[in-house]
């Protein structure tokens, strides 16, 4: 699932969440924070939508429920730290490949010797992840063809090597 939102300007702002946006709504059932979000499946979804109320209190009757929920919220948060370091202090082409490093860490599989993100990638979407255009990230995916770091196929991004797209991610 991909989650953005809009900027007064217009400009369009992926958040690096593309988990099921379970995080996001709990965050928001507890808070009662209003939603300014939009969402976008980016593979087969299938939404529920459940009672505040309800979900609020069967998570709080289960205690290792809670405590997990906790873990994986503190988790993200320190990863959501760590990547804003990034994006706020790196060039281009360590952006997206931190980016793309992250997305096939979370959503890749392996296919033979390379790695894959099981969803479509588009270079607007990477854009809108680290505040760079979509040619800008052209370029970056270009030069880490040529590098030898992953390729292109049809929408694809196939990683050729982990261990040298976390050294251009600074990872």
Do not use: C
């Not at 209190?57 to 405590?67: A, C, G, M, Q, T």
């Not at 979509?134 to 970056?140: A, F």
């Amino acid at each position: 699932m991909r989650v953005y939102s809009i900027t007064k300007d217009g400009q369009e702002v992926t958040l690096q969440l593309f988990k099921p946006v379970f995080y996001l709504s709990l965050i928001q059932a507890i808070n009662k924070f209003s939603n300014h979000f939009f969402f976008e499946a980016v593979t087969p979804v299938e939404m529920w939508v459940a009672n505040r109320e309800e979900t609020l209190d069967f998570i709080n009757k289960d205690k290792e429920l809670s405590d997990q929920i906790n873990k994986e919220l503190m988790g993200e948060f320190m990863e959501f730290i760590s990547n804003i370091e990034y994006l706020i202090s790196g060039n281009a082409y360590m952006k997206v490949a931190r980016v793309i490093h992250n997305l096939v860490t979370k959503y890749g599989e392996t296919k033979g010797k390379e790695m894959v993100i099981k969803f479509a990638t588009p270079h607007r979407m990477i854009a809108s992840m680290t505040g760079l255009t979509r040619e800008t990230v052209t370029l970056q995916i270009l030069k880490m063809e040529k590098n030898k770091l992953l390729v292109n196929k049809g929408k694809l991004i196939y990683v050729k090597s982990m261990d040298k797209l976390a050294d251009a991610a600074m990872i």
